[in-house]
């Protein structure tokens, strides 16, 4: 673990930037933590890790939520969000890296759909619950934070 020393008693994984009078002020301070937080990330793998696309997480997705043993959605509704999956969201969004996903692009997409509201609706629904994959799948794979809940919502899901 890397976290514990070999003695198994915990890294103290704390260090002095400097004194008080070696910093101007409070933001002379964090400017210095900043650099040294940046030098210490550069060998985090996880960090450096390839951006994930739409079209990965969509596969995630599916392992844990569409294959035939869960339970917890019927099967229309998993073959509903194939559906959608496959004519809708993957042709689109499909090679995009997460990081370059905005909520505007998003919601103009829908707009242009030659869907119902009621469908656009799902549409929007599904990428919302894609979002909460994201948001579980943050501690094993780099994700940026800023994509949970980044499509807003104007239905009854407000936390999309």
């Known amino acids: 673990m890397a976290g514990v020393r070999p003695d198994g008693k915990r890294k103290q994984r704390r260090m002095v930037v400097g004194s008080i009078r070696q910093f101007a002020d409070e933001s002379a301070a964090l400017r210095t933590i900043t650099a040294l937080r940046r030098d210490i990330n550069l060998g985090n793998a996880r960090l450096r890790a390839k951006p994930i ?69 799902k549409a929007r629904n599904l990428l919302c619950i894609l979002s909460f994959t994201v948001c579980d799948m943050k501690s094993t794979i780099a994700i940026p934070s800023a994509w949970c809940g980044r499509v807003r919502n104007e239905g009854r899901f407000p936390w999309c």
């Open 53 to 121: 696309t739409v079209s990965e997480l969509v596969d995630r997705y599916r392992q844990r939520e569409l294959e035939p043993d869960t339970a917890w959605k019927t099967h229309s509704t998993k073959v509903t969000y194939q559906g959608y999956l496959n004519k809708w969201i993957l042709p689109r969004w499909g090679a995009y890296p997460l990081s370059r996903i905005q909520a505007g692009e998003v919601e103009l997409w829908l707009r242009s759909l030659p869907l119902a509201r009621a469908t656009c609706a």
